[in-house]
């Protein structure tokens, strides 16, 4: 079988509710043995992920998520914030150990992997690289990045910013911990939008899909084929925060003038 | 002729003479130079260590682990009481973006956790087989610790894993 590509199993969604992806995603990760993609084509509501260690009184204006509304979860994978809506594009990858050739199942090599994957995709728009943790154009972010790794896969995703609203930028603090580039730029001026640079979100999507049949024999799947009405084999640790846990960290917070 | 014959072959024997001894170059293989692997600890192919001292298991994660995770910011680690089991993942480390499984390479029930660690999970890679240990556990079954490897087999774990 030297020369023939894994399968990857292919998942489209549309506006499909972050929290309910981030649970579809631990679950492929930790109870099946199959190669996936999830591609979520905007979502909704907006709501706030943090990683799997992320404090809501350091990352967020607390009063102002709870004042609003805005739903805080705090997921399985490692990595920072995002604030997410119908103009992010999210693309997951799940891999087994082998589905990679000679790849070491630790962050950087996964990483610099998902670099070459998107370098197709970003073809002709200057300045596309991996810096440090984040895909960005020149000095500007575009997508957050975050993975958990157990013993023989991975998984990998990415938030695209297609589009954003800075006012709901406004709901994440600056972070203690900023790759060194950010120069501790406010979000505004360190992000930028994919729809300044691509023509079209479909045409992105498409070269997305082209990238992975680079690597992989691409499989259509459906919500269905990932089981997730079955019973978990393992603890699930992606969480939505309650009114009363955000509550307990405004006491952490400086009241708003 | 045969005077400058005898000078070249002179010459040729001279360079050959005070040539350097060119020393062959240390190769050491690109993971050992991370790595260190006290001999006196048990290990697991999934990069954990183990230390015995009677009933009692210390386990934590290998120089060569800490090292290739990066810098070590969250450790979510089994409370006292927990029963963990060898293979299973008992333990998740948060580096640079990613969430990292740690197994427990015996059974048994967690007796003690790392509070150092938990507040300062950098201690992980400042000292992974001392002050960065994860659990201690009181073992449920010492023959599991014959299928572990030992020093001289997780070198060439490392090795043969291509790291």
């Known amino acids: 079988m030297s020369g023939s590509k894994p399968i990857m199993r292919l998942l489209r969604l549309r506006e499909f509710p972050i929290f309910q992806q981030l649970q579809v995603e631990e679950r492929l990760l930790r109870d099946t043995q199959c190669n996936w993609c999830i591609i979520n084509d905007g979502t909704a509501p907006p709501s706030i992920v943090m990683g799997i260690s992320g404090k809501p ?201 | 002729m045969a005077l400058r014959a005898m000078a070249a072959q002179a010459a040729t024997v001279l360079r050959l003479s005070s040539q350097p001894r060119i020393a062959k170059p240390l190769i050491i293989p690109l993971s050992l130079r991370y790595s260190t692997v006290p001999e006196d600890l048990k290990y697991s192919a999934s990069h954990e260590w183990v230390k015995v001292e009677g009933d009692t298991a210390t386990i934590g994660i290998t120089d060569h682990a800490a090292h290739e995770l990066g810098d070590v910011v969250f450790a979510d680690l089994p409370e006292s009481g927990t029963s963990v089991h060898k293979g299973k993942p008992f333990a998740v480390v948060e580096s640079v973006k990613a969430a990292s499984d740690v197994y427990s390479p015996v059974s048994g029930e967690v007796i003690d956790f790392n509070e150092v660690v938990k507040s300062t999970p950098a201690t992980v890679n400042k000292g992974p087989f001392v002050e960065g240990w994860l659990i201690k556990v009181k073992l449920l079954d010492k023959s599991e610790l014959e299928s572990l490897l030992d020093a001289a087999k997780y070198r060439e774990h490392i090795e043969s894993s291509g790291h």
């Not at chain 1, 958990?148 to 998984?155: A, D, Q, V």
């Not at chain 1, 930028?192 to 990238?211: E, G, H, M, N, W």
Request: with cysteine; glycine share 6%; charged share 20%.
């Open chain 1, 57 to 257: 009184e350091l990352l967020l204006d607390v009063r102002a998520v709870i004042q609003d509304q805005v739903p805080v979860i705090r997921r399985f994978s490692g990595g920072g914030t995002v604030i997410v809506n119908s103009d992010t594009v999210f693309v997951t990858i799940i891999c087994n150990r082998d589905a990679v050739p000679n790849l070491s199942l630790y962050p950087h090599p996964i990483m610099r992997w998902t670099e070459q994957l998107y370098a197709p995709v970003f073809e002709g728009v200057p300045g596309f690289q991996l810096r440090e943790h984040d895909y960005v154009l020149g000095s500007l972010k575009f997508g957050g990045n975050a993975q958990s790794i157990i013993k023989n896969r991975w998984l990998h995703h990415t938030s695209f910013l297609w589009d954003y609203d800075n006012i709901q930028m406004q709901y994440l603090k600056l972070p203690s911990k900023a790759p060194s580039y950010r120069l501790a730029r406010p979000h505004g001026d360190f992000i930028c939008r994919l729809k300044d640079y691509l023509p079209s979100r479909d045409l992105f999507l498409q070269t997305i899909v082209s990238a992975l049949q680079v690597h992989f024999i691409v499989q259509g799947s459906t919500i269905d084929d990932t089981g997730q009405n079955m019973p978990s084999k393992s603890p699930r640790t992606t969480k939505i925060l309650t009114s009363v846990q955000l509550d307990s960290f405004l006491t952490d917070c400086n009241p708003k003038v």
